[in-house]
DNA sequence: TTAAAGCTTCCCATAATGGCAAGGTCAAGG
DNA sequence: CCTTGACCTTGCCATTATGGGAAGCTTTAA
């Protein structure tokens, strides 16, 4: 048993983001001490880092929540975490073309900018009118705020079917 | 002159972001009628539509800032605008390469997954104990929440040195 | 005993966008 | 002249995941 700040030190996740997965329902509340203290087992550790590795490789908050949930049910259906892989895999290569496209876009306007003291420039004469050549299908994000929204998040998680039972 | 919904429509700018845009000052404050209703000339709706474009390459509201600058400056080098435009590239490919270094490593994962009915899942043993050959560099994103980080942002912009003047 | 380090909760901020609500305005039609 | 509907205004809330900081209590080491 130890503190949050241990926990932490252990599982690489930031003894705030801690208390903020308890607070949204990602980890179960932990087991205070009479003065109030979070305590953590070395179970509790090892969602910890679960969820941090999930983090890493992309995952939101909330398919991290339906990730716990298979990882803790033994009936499982390997399938099913497969399909929930892939289906963020196919959010991260979408991600990519997208930002594959701006950058292609760019450096080719970029390219064609003598990039020295004078004042005219391709890459403004664009912004300011677009020329169909450089048009690609940077446009019209369709339903990508900045990056980090591939799932509209339902409103509170309350899964906590971590560890802790 | 014309009210902020046919801007809108006329810029492909969401009469929301018009809106915001002003208050951060992105754009100067638009001339009101008397009854509050703001005025937009198509000088103004030229400027939305290079802040539209900017934003769809990706381009941050800061960056912007310093584009719109550049864009009124007669006197600027492209120089300036080329190297505000390939660092924002160089933001795109790093953040691409973060992103294709996850989908590899799902995908390397889930090629090892049976996705069947039986629970012994490769993806799910992964993240309970990342094993090394899938750890390339997944880990730690440095300085990166989940995307479009790439400018900190000062504090309120105020550049506002876009059209009426 | 005291100081430092750690914990708690609460509030604020981020980037860019949308949504909703209450209320004023304007134009067209009766 | 009045109503209706479309449009505008402001303001507040929500989003995602994360960090910062303050005020106050606890624990620990000296």
Redesign the interface.
């Given at each position: 048993m130890m503190n949050i700040g241990q926990a932490a030190k252990f599982s690489g996740v930031s003894a705030k983001m801690i208390r903020y997965y308890e607070q949204i329902g990602l980890i179960p509340k932990a087991i205070r001490s009479d003065a109030g203290y979070r305590h953590y087992s070395s179970l509790d550790v090892?969602s910890l880092?679960?969820i941090r590795?999930?983090r890493?490789?992309?995952f939101s908050v909330e398919q991290i929540s339906e990730?716990l949930v298979?990882?803790c049910?033994?009936?499982?259906?390997?399938?099913d975490?497969?399909?929930l892989?892939?289906s963020?895999?196919a959010g991260?290569?979408a991600?990519?073309a997208e930002?594959?496209a701006?950058?292609q876009?760019?450096?080719h306007?970029?390219d064609h900018?003598?990039?020295?003291?004078?004042?005219?420039?391709p890459?403004?004469a664009?912004?300011?009118e677009?020329t169909a050549a450089a048009q690609q299908r940077?446009?019209?994000?369709l339903r990508t705020?900045?990056?980090?929204g591939d799932t509209p998040a339902s409103s509170r998680i309350r899964a906590a079917t971590a560890t802790r039972s």
């Open positions: 090892h880092r679960f590795r999930a890493d490789l992309g990730l298979l990882w049910d033994r009936d499982r259906a390997s399938g975490v497969k399909a892989a892939l963020h895999v991260l290569r991600k990519i930002l594959q701006m950058a876009t760019l450096e306007l970029a900018c003598h990039g020295n003291e004078r004042p005219d420039c890459i403004l664009d912004l300011a677009p940077s446009q019209a994000p705020p900045r990056f980090g």
